[in-house]
């Protein structure tokens, strides 16, 4: 079945011009949109939510005292963001599914030709340091969809990359679960803490992604606190990190916005 959803997602949907990906994948969005799809779920969180607590933590989206829509759902926000004392700390919520020093991971092929993952972060990649750390985490549906700062500094760099929206499930892609990032469309910040290092972190769109939208004050040159929102995914998501410490986590392992990094 994998083989099945890998052959889709590259060879079937991934060869679709990115232009109709992205008008298929803005009607099927915004299906999500409508104030019907509120009534599925109270059975979407019984599925997937066993502790009850944990969705009292969110508020609707739109303001609302209750969700008005799958999407408002979708887009909560935290009620009280999360307090840290943490010097980094993890930007979203979701699955790490690819961590390793650059300089150590392997080349991923895209078409016949072998990249490296630091081609993820565009204009940047050249700057990032081989000693770097790279993460990749995987937001699943049931997962909090807003990406985070990861430590307190000024922005430096805003790049938006136009690209494909192929699947991002990395189990698809065996020893490869980076590959949709490489290929997908993305926009990459690029932060400065206080200690004058640079973090580098990507918010990359899949299918049924019909916006990735930036917080009003993610602009080049503005200065963000930690844990200040940098932008929010219309459905579907993964967040590449490039960093100059390694995490205190391993792959395979759910991470949560705020927690240590």
């Known amino acids: 079945m994998t083989d099945f959803y890998r052959f889709l997602s590259l060879h079937v949907w991934g060869n679709l011009p990115a232009s109709w990906q992205r008008f298929i994948s803005q009607l099927y969005a915004g ?52 307090q840290t004392r943490e010097k980094a700390a993890w930007p979203c919520e979701g699955l ?9 991971l392997d080349l991923i092929n895209i078409k016949g030709e072998k990249k490296e993952v630091r081609v ?28 985070h700062a990861p430590v307190s500094g000024e922005i430096l760099d805003i790049e938006h990359i136009r690209g494909d929206l192929v699947l991002l499930r990395p189990w698809v892609y065996k020893n490869d679960p980076s590959l949709p990032a490489l290929r997908n469309e993305r926009i990459n910040v690029t932060l400065g803490d206080d200690e004058g290092r640079k973090w ?20 080049f040159g503005n200065t963000v606190n930690q844990i200040d929102e940098l932008g929010t995914f219309l459905l579907g998501s993964t967040c590449c990190i490039a960093a100059p410490i390694p995490i205190s986590r391993e792959v395979g392992e759910t991470v949560y916005m705020g927690d240590e990094f």
Do not use: M
């Open 200 to 219: 580098y972190v990507s918010i990359v769109g899949g299918p049924a992604v019909g916006t990735i939208v930036l917080d009003q004050n993610t602009k």
């Open 31 to 82: 299906i999500y949109n409508q104030s019907w799809t509120r009534h599925v779920i109270p059975a979407y969180s019984r599925v997937h939510y066993k502790d009850p607590e944990y969705l009292k933590l969110f508020a609707p989206a739109s303001g609302a005292s209750t969700y008005q829509s799958f999407q408002d759902f979708f887009t909560r926000r935290y009620q009280e963001l999360p």
């Open 120 to 147: 993820i972060f565009g204009r940047s990649q050249e700057e990032i340091p081989s000693d770097y750390y790279f993460t990749n985490i995987f937001l699943h549906n049931n997962n909090y969809h807003r990406i």
């Open 96 to 104: 790490i599914c690819d961590y390793g020093r650059i300089d150590h």
